[in-house]
């Protein structure tokens, strides 16, 4: 591979301008983009403009706060290889299933190892589409931690043998965190136990200012949008944060800035190291198990996507929920941690299901621009096809249960 070179201003500027056409008013992007080729490492770049939830313009800038959802994963696959996986790698859920213990867990899910909770394999059902079946049939909202664990001890999700296929479960990493905030089969398990561990383990060392939805405040939050391609590309306003939130912070929980994300991404690269933190690349990055999804492989968190025609090789995570999208991706490096990635990337925007084009089958934009840049940097030029660029899947997401009716 040769030099890598820096994207262009007019480069980027061509990258969202469709999107905006759609949408002036609203609709905010934030790109990030680094290698150690660069000037100061890389740099971000923001386009269009963000009101809050009350109709106030907000600043689009290094500091904006935007919901990451699903790339929460990779920050609680890393939480997990820091305080579990470096100590022991074999345990299960089983191990922190005491009887009479605080994390009480139906015996179906006791064989469950914890690296299958964080690489896709655990067994439990599929759960980012409408049709899920591994939450109760009714439940309050928030969705509190508690609640969730009474309902996996008595009426657990169906689980097949795990480490056969992939699954995708945004549960298993919601038990995770669980296990994370337990510390060990005595203590009881907190949301409040488990954000403050990712604070004190991840955010801090990292110098990142990011937080927990319920942290967030809505006068500072940038308002979301929904996209609707059934017909032609409709949006509407969608409401903040989750159903599933608290109980599944550890699986989309995180509010972060273009800064923190930077951030984010020089560290997995291998470009700003930490100590602690750093030997854990390569267990996170590293192919965890036998089990393909086409032709991804699975790290802790992270997919592992080989090089295509027309694609980059990538380590990748995307995100998807009501009113925001992010995507990240770098090069994979042949030792994690000790030599860098030579490019990384990521897409932050305040709207789901905007996608490359007015089908429903298109490409999630932040996957699209995030692959489309790595492509840039390496002075490529990006195909006009975008579905050869992986994805976890199309929608990433349960969408919100109909409202309640009001009481008589």
Same mark, same amino acid.
Do not use: H
């Given at each position: 591979? @040769?030099?890598?070179?820096?994207? !262009?201003?007019?480069?980027?500027?061509?990258?969202?301008?469709? #999107?905006?056409?759609?949408?002036?008013?609203?609709?905010?992007?934030?790109?990030?983009?680094?290698? =150690?080729?660069?000037?100061?490492?890389?740099?971000?770049?923001?386009?269009?403009?963000?009101?809050?939830?009350?109709?106030?313009?907000?600043?689009?800038?290094?500091?904006?706060?935007?919901?990451?959802?699903? *790339?929460?994963?990779?920050?609680?696959?890393? %939480?997990?290889?820091? %305080?579990?996986?470096?100590?022991?790698?074999?345990?299960?859920?089983?191990?922190?299933?005491?009887?009479?213990?605080?994390?009480?867990?139906?015996?179906?899910? $006791?064989?469950?190892?914890?690296? &299958?909770?964080?690489?896709?394999?655990?067994?439990?059902?599929?759960?980012?589409d409408n049709g899920a079946v591994d939450t109760p049939p009714y439940w309050t909202y928030p969705y509190s931690m508690p609640g969730m664990m009474s309902f996996l001890e008595?009426?657990?999700?169906?689980?097949?043998?795990?480490?056969?296929?992939?699954?995708?479960?945004?549960?298993?990493?919601?038990?995770?965190?669980?296990? %994370?905030?337990?510390?060990?089969?005595?203590?009881? /398990?907190?949301?409040?136990?488990? =954000?403050?561990?990712?604070?004190?383990?991840?955010?801090?060392?990292?110098?990142?200012?990011?937080?927990?939805?319920? &942290?967030?405040?809505?006068? &500072?939050? +940038?308002?979301? #949008?929904? #996209?609707?391609?059934?017909?032609?590309?409709?949006?509407?306003?969608?409401?903040?944060?989750?159903?599933?939130? /608290? $109980?599944?912070?550890?699986?989309?929980?995180?509010?972060?800035?273009?800064?923190?994300?930077?951030?984010?991404?020089?560290?997995?690269? @291998?470009?700003?190291?930490?100590?602690?933190?750093?030997?854990?690349?390569?267990?996170?990055?590293?192919?965890?198990?036998?089990?393909?999804? @086409?032709?991804?492989?699975?790290?802790?968190?992270?997919?592992?996507?080989?090089?295509?025609?027309?694609?980059?090789?990538?380590?990748?995570?995307?995100g998807d929920l009501d009113g925001f999208g992010s995507y990240i991706a770098f090069l994979p490096s042949a030792n994690p941690g000790v030599t860098a990635s030579q490019a990384?990337?990521?897409?932050? *925007?305040?709207?789901?299901? *905007? !996608?490359?084009?007015? &089908?429903?089958?298109?490409?999630?934009? $932040?996957?699209?621009?995030?692959?489309?840049?790595?492509?840039?940097?390496?002075?490529?030029?990006? +195909?006009?096809?975008?579905?050869?660029?992986?994805?976890?899947?199309?929608?990433?997401?349960?969408?919100?249960?109909?409202?309640?009716?009001?009481?008589?």
């Amino acid at each position: 591979m @040769g030099s890598i070179v820096e994207p !262009t201003q007019t480069q980027l500027e061509d990258l969202v301008a469709p #999107y905006l056409a759609t949408q002036s008013s609203g609709l905010g992007f934030a790109i990030g983009y680094a290698s =150690m080729d660069f000037s100061n490492l890389g740099g971000l770049y923001f386009a269009g403009n963000v009101q809050n939830q009350f109709g106030v313009a907000l600043t689009l800038d290094a500091t904006t706060p935007f919901e990451i959802a699903s *790339v929460s994963k990779t920050f609680t696959a890393t %939480l997990y290889a820091r %305080l579990i996986r470096s100590v022991q790698s074999t345990l299960t859920i089983g191990d922190y299933c005491v009887p009479n213990g605080p994390l009480r867990i139906s015996p179906t899910l $006791a064989n469950i190892t914890l690296d &299958e909770l964080v690489n896709y394999t655990s067994g439990l059902p599929q759960d980012n589409d409408n049709g899920a079946v591994d939450t109760p049939p009714y439940w309050t909202y928030p969705y509190s931690m508690p609640g969730m664990m009474s309902f996996l001890e008595a009426a657990p999700p169906q689980v097949d043998p795990p480490n056969e296929k992939y699954r995708y479960s945004n549960l298993g990493f919601a038990i995770m965190s669980a296990i %994370l905030a337990s510390n060990d089969a005595n203590s009881n /398990p907190s949301v409040g136990a488990f =954000m403050q561990q990712m604070r004190e383990y991840i955010f801090k060392p990292l110098g990142l200012q990011a937080k927990f939805f319920n &942290e967030a405040s809505l006068a &500072e939050l +940038p308002l979301g #949008y929904d #996209y609707d391609y059934t017909q032609s590309p409709v949006y509407s306003a969608a409401s903040p944060g989750w159903v599933f939130f /608290p $109980a599944y912070f550890g699986a989309g929980g995180i509010v972060a800035t273009p800064n923190d994300m930077f951030q984010w991404l020089l560290f997995n690269m @291998g470009i700003a190291q930490q100590p602690l933190l750093t030997p854990l690349l390569p267990a996170l990055q590293s192919p965890s198990t036998s089990v393909q999804w @086409g032709d991804n492989q699975f790290g802790l968190g992270w997919f592992i996507n080989p090089a295509g025609t027309n694609w980059s090789a990538s380590i990748w995570k995307d995100g998807d929920l009501d009113g925001f999208g992010s995507y990240i991706a770098f090069l994979p490096s042949a030792n994690p941690g000790v030599t860098a990635s030579q490019a990384g990337a990521f897409v932050l *925007v305040n709207a789901d299901g *905007v !996608t490359d084009s007015q &089908e429903n089958s298109g490409v999630e934009i $932040a996957c699209a621009l995030t692959n489309d840049l790595l492509l840039i940097m390496q002075g490529e030029t990006p +195909p006009t096809d975008k579905s050869v660029y992986p994805r976890s899947a199309l929608s990433r997401r349960q969408k919100r249960p109909a409202a309640r009716p009001a009481p008589r």
